[in-house]
Nanobody, 124 residues
Framework: VQLVESGGGLVQAGGSLRLSCAASGTSFSSLSMGWFRQAPGKEREFVTAISWWTGSKMWYQDSVKDRFTISRDNNKNTLYLQMNSLEPEDTAVYYC?????????????????WGQGTQVTVSS
């Protein structure tokens, strides 16, 4: 499974970005997917996750609830992260991840494949 993120960049506080993660190499629908992030000097942390197949279940880290939205398009083999009302604290490298054989996963230990990451920088 290959995962390629895109859509990162520099944005002012209060702005928006949409990240994409293109998947290949397997049946995308059967993968549960997630987004993680890692800020400088900090450990990688969970951001949000979406269940496999229809993506009917979603989980969010408390700090991004009501600001970020995860979604998937199985026809395009693509995962999205819509980020609104961005804050400087959201600055990090954002990683897309895929979990095999689980309906949904919120722990990094449960993910089998990772993208290379895309930088998001929010200026104050």
């Amino acid at each position: 499974v290959q995962l390629v993120e895109s859509g990162g960049g520099l944005v002012q506080a209060g702005g928006s970005l949409r990240l994409s993660c293109a998947a290949s190499g397997t049946s995308f629908s059967s993968l549960s997917m997630g987004w993680f992030r890692q800020a400088p000097g900090k450990e990688r942390e969970f951001v949000t996750a979406i269940s496999w197949w229809t993506g009917s279940k979603m989980w969010y880290q408390d700090s991004v609830k009501d600001r970020f939205t995860i979604s998937r398009d199985n026809n395009k083999n693509t995962l999205y992260l819509q980020m609104n009302s961005l804050e400087p604290e959201d600055t990090a490298v954002y990683y897309c991840a895929a979990s095999v054989g689980r309906e949904v996963a919120v722990s990094s230990k449960d993910y089998n494949y990772w993208g290379q990451g895309t930088q998001v920088t929010v200026s104050s």
